[in-house]
């Protein structure tokens, strides 16, 4: 290969991965407008349902490429709600009068006419579209079923059913009271019921509301995470040796008011560039309350 060649090859590559950043950078904006719009939960459940989503993908062997898509789509799942009345977005469907139930539903097109802004969002855009199609072909916008639901839209369908399941009705739930714990199994052994009947429901649900091999592994997913964690213990830990896979035992927000990490969030690369930069500018204190492994 000429030198020319091989130098021409490098800053292409150079330009690629800054694209990829800005893309990124471009996500992270859209979860942050979207995590505003949610902040009355205080759960992160975006970041929650991108985060397990990609882990899902990773476990059917998906490409880098799927796989990318598939944890921007779990990140960005319910863009569309933004600019939501309060009454359609804190009600369950049920509750919703017909009015509000048409405006809830549109939230998927508007989610996917959103993200057709950006030619390299395509693929999320109709992943998008598609989270809350049924297995059995009884969801919506368009009554798809079985394979005809991409794989991203089954896997983020479940995530985003167990995380609201486990979190929102609980209100207070005892993550609240993380702080007050010294180890994770007073938490685990707090919330055990709950999750049980969670996995139960999602089971029953195969091939009705979810994909059966997705559950299978779903739910093989969850019980790791938790067995994950049994050892863990409630400490302060200086940001320098805050690693993923930690556990958040508190909140912290920005100055602003922004939530940056969440009690019983599960430290990720990208959260760690945003308590850095807010642990510099002394909005957040340099050590933060965590569950973390013994020998951390
Ligand atoms: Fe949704
Ligand atoms: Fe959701």
């Known amino acids: 290969m000429s030198n020319n060649t091989k130098e021409l090859e490098d800053k292409i590559e150079k330009l690629g991965f800054q694209l990829a950043n800005n893309i990124f950078d471009t996500i ?15 759960n992160s459940h975006s970041r929650y349902v991108g985060e397990m989503s990609e882990k899902m993908a990773k476990l059917m062997s998906l490409n880098e490429e799927d796989t990318f898509e598939v944890r921007t789509a779990g990140l960005l799942h319910d863009i569309g709600k933004i600019g939501f009345r309060d009454t359609a977005l804190f009600k ?78 609980m209100k207070l739930d005892s993550i609240s009271d993380l702080s007050q714990k010294s180890n994770a199994m007073d938490y685990l052994q707090e919330t055990q019921r709950k999750f049980d009947s969670v996995l139960e429901y999602i089971d029953d649900q195969k091939n009705i509301k979810f994909d059966p091999e997705l559950v299978h592994l779903f739910i093989k997913l969850a019980e ?19 690693k993923p896979g930690m556990i958040f035992a508190e909140s912290y927000y920005s100055s602003s008011g922004l939530l940056i990490a969440n009690k019983g969030e599960v430290v990720a690369n990208d959260s760690l560039k945003a308590l850095y930069r807010c642990v510099e500018s002394d909005q957040i204190p340099q050590k933060l309350l965590m569950l973390a492994d013994n020998n951390d």
């Not at 049924?134 to 089954?154: C, H, L, M, W, Y």
């Open 92 to 169: 369950t469907m049920p509750e919703m009068n017909s009015r509000e139930l048409k405006q809830y539903k549109l939230h998927v097109d508007i989610g996917r006419e959103m993200l057709y802004n950006h030619k390299a969002l395509y693929g999320v855009a109709d992943i998008v579209y598609e989270h809350h199609e049924n297995f059995d072909g009884t969801g919506f916008p368009e009554k798809k079923q079985k394979s005809q639901i991409k794989v991203g839209a089954r896997i983020i369908s479940i995530v985003d059913f167990y995380h609201n399941a486990m979190h929102k009705s």
């Open 224 to 242: 790791s995470e938790r067995k994950r964690i049994e050892g863990f213990l409630v400490k302060r830990i200086h940001i320098a040796n805050v």
């Open 28 to 42: 992270k904006t859209l979860q942050f407008s979207l995590d505003l719009t949610e902040r009355y939960y205080e």
